[in-house]
């Protein structure tokens, strides 16, 4: 390998790297931001019963069930 090689750094990789060396805590944001959102435990019992209240679509939905 030749000495003056470097390896290639996309602009969106070099931009994420100056963002997290700017601002070190933004790991931990993002995983608190996570876990308002997307890490929490299911109720299962609400889940099964907002299944079962679900209504079925018809196959085409612009379809007058009360045509006149």
Avoid: N
Avoid at 16 to 41: C, M, S, T, V
């Amino acid at each position: 390998m030749h000495f003056l090689w470097k390896p290639y750094k996309s602009d969106v990789t070099g931009f994420i790297e100056q963002l997290k060396a700017g601002k070190p805590a933004l790991d931990e944001e993002q995983r608190a931001g996570r876990a308002l959102l997307w890490d929490r435990r299911l109720d299962r019992e609400a889940l099964a019963q907002w299944r079962a209240a679900r209504v079925a679509q018809p196959a085409y939905v612009y379809y007058e069930l009360d045509a006149k």
